[in-house]
């Protein structure tokens, strides 16, 4: 399996049970999450949408940014590695996933 993103790629062994998943997708392929046109969101459409989905469920003060980053805070403070944090949230350095490894060793 592979996925390409804006400014890279990324492969990955495809378990049976990924692959059904992928399989049964309105898309067939890594999208996940699609428009009521059956089609992927752009970047800012799916922000725009996650704000739709937080207000609606009472979360004004959430951001689509601050799930991201209350995600990255959790899993290191899990123990989740610089290289588990890169492939959980597509980054390509440390640069950012230190931020969060860092701060979960001092507590």
Not at 16 to 40: A, H, M, R, W, Y
Not at 62 to 76: F, M, N, P, S, V
Not at 84 to 106: P, S, V
Request: charged share 20%.
């Amino acid at each position: 399996m592979s996925s390409v993103h804006a400014r890279y790629s990324t492969s990955a062994t495809n378990t049976g049970s990924v692959q059904k998943t992928i399989d049964e997708c309105p898309t067939g392929n890594l999208t996940f999450l699609v428009t009521e046109f059956g089609k992927p969101f752009t970047t800012n459409g799916l922000g725009n949408k996650m704000r739709d989905w937080c207000d609606q469920a009472g979360l004004f003060h959430c951001t689509t940014h601050g799930l991201r980053k209350a995600g990255a805070t959790i899993a290191a403070e899990n123990g989740a590695t610089d290289e588990e944090l890169m492939a959980i949230f597509g980054w390509t350095t440390n640069n950012q996933t230190t931020t969060y490894t860092k701060k979960a060793r001092r507590k």
